[in-house]
């Protein structure tokens, strides 16, 4: 949520830049809205002044046997005039903050405008895979080495889900293990999450309530009492500390969590969504940290490098897109993505996302820290990043790493976690071996 004081302060400034994510942008009504509901407490409060002035009147008037009935009246009306502008004064209060919810976070100044097609590469990491032969894609690999079981994932549960098998299920595990390991080394701490988690989370991270019908609901379907499953580790890990205070001593805080993430969107039929890139349910490792303003910018790198050198230890060819405003999520002033390279869809696909919010979410979850020189408490700053996204990065770990039999080679960091094996291959090709 974007500070008022700060609307009102350099409306123009804020006009402009968030124009630069949602298109022509006025924010003559939130300020309106908030002018009114400060008249309204300056009246309301002399009001409260004027009827405990006349209370005392009335107590003393009274011990004194002196007649009250007329200060009796008048404060009998004051107090209905302070009923009257209390419940307009609620109502007012509703409406500006729902305004100021409903805004995305500023943009960082050197973001550029416009959405995916303004997104700028900044480098890539190694070249692509050249293949001497005709490349197979992910889902007919994992057809053939029986790693991803289709059909009766549908079976289970539908279109856009899938079975892991064998060793699919095998590799799938062991990205997991080396992106946790790679944390805990990290110094970062290990969090298990629930799953199911309160109106009050999505809200903080500012999912809520613009993207409300995006999740999944066990009960009470957009009621700020129901439940949904989560979209993201994200949305419990920065809830963390809501209504909160830490000590400056304690920052930075660094947390991660591995969640399946359960989203209402799914793959299609187009060949860039084919398979296991997109799903109601994938396998995601997120990163979150709270830190102190002045050091959220380097907070940023250090977590853009994790992610970044997760694939690097892997081999993997990417490339590193630093996202235009309008492709941030609303909650985020910057976003830079690492983005695979799927070789049969000739495109590359995000596996990370790393982002920083600034204060935007820690106001809406009133988050702060204790200054140890001012004594102040002052909001915090999140960050948020994917550390990684596993069920992506298995399609091009077997489209990148394919040989000409049909094999798979595994790469070197993965082995430990998968007993040795240094390649997959088909069960009929073990027959023949054999």
Not at 55 to 75: F, G, H, M, P, Y
Request: charged share 30%; with cysteine; hydrophobic share 35%.
């Amino acid at each position: 949520m974007i500070d008022i004081k700060r609307i009102k302060a350099d409306k123009e400034k804020i006009e402009k830049a968030l124009s630069k994510r949602m298109g022509e942008c006025s924010l003559d009504e939130i300020v309106r809205l908030d002018d009114e509901k400060l008249k309204l407490q300056q009246a309301l409060e002399k009001l409260q002044q004027l009827r405990n002035i006349n209370s005392k009147k009335i107590a003393r008037l009274k011990s004194n046997n002196e007649d009250i009935s007329d200060l009796v009246l008048e404060t009998k009306s004051i107090g209905e005039k302070i009923n009257s502008i209390a419940n307009l004064l609620s109502t007012i209060k509703l409406e500006l903050n729902d305004k100021l919810a409903s805004l995305p976070n500023i943009p960082d100044d050197d973001l550029v405008s416009g959405g995916k097609e303004n997104n700028q590469v900044l480098y890539q990491f190694l070249k692509k895979t050249q293949f001497d032969f005709l490349p197979k894609d992910h889902v007919e690999l994992e057809k053939n080495l029986g790693l991803i079981d289709y059909d009766r994932g549908v079976k289970l549960a539908g279109q856009g889900s899938w079975i892991y098998t064998n060793e699919g299920a095998r590799l799938e595990w062991a990205l997991l293990n080396y992106c946790i390991n790679e944390h805990i080394k990290d110094g970062w701490n290990f969090m298990l999450v629930p799953h199911m988690l309160n109106y009050e989370c999505g809200y903080v991270a500012g999912q809520f309530p613009k993207f409300q019908e995006e999740v999944y609901w066990i009960d009470n379907f957009n009621d700020k009492n129901g439940k949904f499953l989560l979209p993201t580790a994200e949305t419990a890990l920065v809830n963390l500390h809501r209504n909160e205070i830490l000590d400056e001593s304690e920052l930075p805080k660094k947390y991660f969590s591995y969640t399946p993430c359960y989203r209402r969107e799914a793959g299609s039929s187009r060949k860039e969504e084919r398979g296991i890139i997109r799903g109601h349910q994938f396998n995601k490792i997120e990163m979150v940290q709270f830190t102190l303003p002045e050091e959220s910018d380097k907070a940023f790198e250090e977590m853009l490098t994790k992610a970044e050198n997760l694939v690097k230890g892997l081999g993997l060819h990417y490339q590193l897109s630093k996202l235009a405003a309008g492709d941030c999520s609303a909650s985020m002033c910057r976003t830079y993505d690492v983005e695979i390279w799927i070789p049969s869809m000739g495109i590359y696909k995000e596996i990370s996302s790393v982002s920083n919010c600034r204060d935007y979410q820690a106001r809406r979850g009133n988050i702060k820290y204790k200054n140890s020189i001012t004594g102040k408490s002052n909001y915090i700053n999140t960050l948020n990043g994917s550390g990684l996204a596993t069920s992506r990065l298995l399609p091009a770990i077997l489209e990148q790493f394919q040989q000409l039999d049909g094999s798979v080679i595994v790469p070197e960091v993965l082995r430990k976690y998968m007993g040795g094996l240094e390649v997959i291959e088909s069960k009929k090709k073990k027959v023949l071996k054999k």
